[in-house]
Nanobody, 120 residues
Framework: QVHVVESGGGLVQAGGSLRLSCAAS????????MGWFRQAPGKEREFVAA????????YYANTMTGRFTISRDNAKNTVYLQMNSLKPEDTAVYYC?????????????WGQGTQVTVSS
């Protein structure tokens, strides 16, 4: 089982940027397709971005395309989410998790997430 710890969240003004990190342990993250999800208060958790095991393929939810970039460094066992041009509606707890790339469904348990708050 892969255990993940998300970090890098915080408070940022609208238009600003944050870079989230997802550090994995337990097994080599390079064996897994990975995804980022988020959950805003009172809303269901939603898909944000996916990256395949090698980093050669990525996919984004429509509202994130052009603003967010998912990447990975398998040597560091870490997955990243660069978020630019942040909007107040991006406020949420962000989670990373191993996924099944073809349908972006999580394959393991959620971590504790990292809070992102965007002020207007």
């Amino acid at each position: 089982q892969v255990h993940v710890v998300e970090s890098g969240g915080g408070l940022v003004q609208a238009g600003g940027s944050l870079r989230l990190s997802c550090a994995a342990s337990g097994r080599t993250v390079g064996n897994y397709d990975m995804g980022w999800f988020r959950q805003a208060p009172g809303k269901e958790r939603e898909f944000v971005a996916a990256i395949n095991w090698s980093g050669t393929n990525t996919y984004y939810a429509n509202t994130m395309t052009g603003r967010f970039t998912i990447s990975r460094d398998n040597a560091k066992n870490t997955v990243y989410l660069q978020m630019n041009s942040l909007k107040p509606e991006d406020t949420a707890v962000y989670y990373c998790v191993p996924i099944r790339y073809r349908d972006h469904l999580p394959t393991e348990s959620w971590g504790q997430g990292t809070q992102v708050t965007v002020s207007s």
